[in-house]
């Protein structure tokens, strides 16, 4: 995580509290345990651990979204599991702003998790991370997802927004997409998936799992000590 930063690992190890390859074994470990590797969700999202100084990680102002406020804070994307009723964090890499995007985070991610055996039923995950780059990647690997998408997307060349109707279903090209997807529209909320049996009404009761990432982040402050000072 450290490499190409301007300070040693171990200032990071000293501002997480805790070893972080032990952190994602053990999570790992007992996400096999309970079977997550064939079943159950993955969940994408993004934290800010708020500060109110720069620190020797050289902290910049980020907006937190709860408050609308500018704050000294560290970002971290994470990678959750959860079957509905149990939750995971499996691992989390933080970002800096800088030479790597969010989505480029997220992916690595995504990479992990390949690369550690999952096969997910499903990918959940908000409107910021519905970008092409994650999508592609998804139904590439046949990694199922469901996510928000913004009232701007655009839908068989007219703008969500602009579809007519306050309740709907429709099947369609996203643009920048080379598949094709299917969208709700419920609430003045859009939610799209690339899985067919999830074209309806359904795919915004999966896309209510995403909630468990509320309560894995509350844990990781928590137990992690992210509430306590950074150096």
Known sequence: MAEGQDFAHDTLYRALNQPLA???????ELCK???????GYLILDDVLIQRYRSGKLGLKKARDTSTGAWVFGLSLVVLAWTDGKRRIPLAFLPY?????SKLDLALALLEWAKEAGFRPEGVLFDAWYAARQVLEWLHAHGWPFVTRLRSNRVLDGVQL?????TRWVKAGRLRGLTFAVGVLKRGGK??????EEWWGVGMREIYRLRQAIE?????????????????
């Open 22 to 28: 032990s952190f994602f074994e053990l999570s790992l």
């Open 33 to 39: 345990a309970m079977g997550g590797l064939d079943r």
């Open 96 to 100: 800096f702003g800088e030479e790597e």
């Open 161 to 165: 927004r602009r579809h007519g109707g």
């Open 190 to 195: 859009f939610y799209g998936t690339d899985r």
């Open 215 to 231: 309560e894995i982040f509350r844990g990781l402050q928590q137990e992690l000590g992210w509430t306590r000072t950074l150096v």
